[in-house]
């Protein structure tokens, strides 16, 4: 998958992860202290196990929960975030100024309802506006 950003600049999803963003959650309500650590562990996921030297990730949306008992709701911050969490590695071009190396890269992380592909529309929106030159890291082939 090609994807151009709005600078014009061409990257492609070189690998893809996914998993649900729940999946390990045996009881309790998600809420926003809860998601905050689930995206801090992602993200050091993403550095550690997908061997990623940069991250970037896609801000997410905080959704209501719909099927939850409208007491629990009244005492507890009830939000969640989309339920499939993504990691992807993009690949583009050399860095404009990098002499030393081949390529560059960015692992991107975001959350999405639906298991992609496609990339849900919003996260793609974004994803074309971010600044390839300032948050990807060349590499040496």
Known sequence: MNIKLNSGREIYLESIW???T???LLCGVPNEEMNKEYIEDNMNYALEK??????YLVPP???ELDNIDKKIK????AIRLPYITCFAQFESSVLTGDESNNGSWLTIVWYQDD???PIDDAVLEHIKSI?????AEGFEL
């Open 18 to 20: 996914q998993h649900q």
């Open 50 to 55: 997908m061997n990623a030297e940069c991250t």
């Open 61 to 63: 949306v905080s959704l």
């Open 74 to 77: 009244r005492y507890k911050d």
């Open 115 to 117: 298991f992609p592909m």
């Open 131 to 135: 600044d390839w030159e300032s948050k």
């Open 22 to 24: 729940y999946g390990g």
